[in-house]
């Protein structure tokens, strides 16, 4: 909270977010003991974007919260937003291979004024319960260029729970649309 002190506060179990146009958005924790629990913690401003970053911690998973600073507008997305040089988009990527409580997922999300809108979405270890030995999930997130951005693939060995960092995937808006490549290899991962 202390990174957007004017714009945040808490009292008890309510997490109050000031907004630009005088409105509030509130997010209140849950009773912990429940299954269905959730608690809210504040992590920051993204100015670049001019939206709050929220944690919603769950009892079994974890997830984000975007408020636009304008509108007050939600955007739920699974991992931590990276915003790109330009600030015209940011992408997140989320990697559950073990206990699979969060979906193995890249996003990328343009900004306009008024909205996050969902450009492109990509789901590298497909069937979300059956993990099969082509299956590999998004880490270590980063922007290149505008058009670019890289993740390292992860993949999980559920007979030895052993996590295999390897090779980096590429991914590139071409000609209007985000296309997938290892680096290094020209062929489109499945």
């Not at 504040?42 to 509108?71: D, K, M």
């Not at 990509?122 to 880490?139: H, K, Q």
């Amino acid at each position: 909270m202390r990174r957007a002190p004017r714009w945040v506060s808490r009292t008890g179990k309510t997490l109050t977010i000031h907004l630009a146009d005088g409105g509030r958005k509130t997010f209140v924790d849950s009773d912990s003991v429940n299954a269905a629990a959730v608690l809210y913690t504040y992590r920051e401003f993204l100015p670049e974007i001019r939206y709050h970053l929220v944690h919603a911690h769950l009892n079994e998973g974890t997830g984000y919260l975007l408020v636009s600073h304008r509108s007050g507008d939600l955007v739920r997305i699974q991992g931590l937003p990276i915003v790109s040089p330009d600030g015209g988009r940011f992408a997140t990527a989320s990697e559950d291979l073990e206990s699979r409580y969060n979906p193995n997922e890249i996003q990328i999300w343009r900004i306009t004024r008024n909205a996050a809108v969902l450009e492109w979405s990509l789901e590298p270890a497909g069937d979300p319960v059956t993990i099969t030995p082509a299956a590999w999930g998004p880490a270590n997130l980063r922007w290149l260029s505008p058009t670019e951005i890289r993740v390292q693939k992860v993949t999980y060995d559920p007979e030895t729970f052993q996590k295999f960092f390897g090779e980096e995937v590429a991914i590139r808006r071409v000609r209007g649309r985000w296309t997938v490549s290892q680096t290094g290899m020209s062929g489109l991962l499945n």
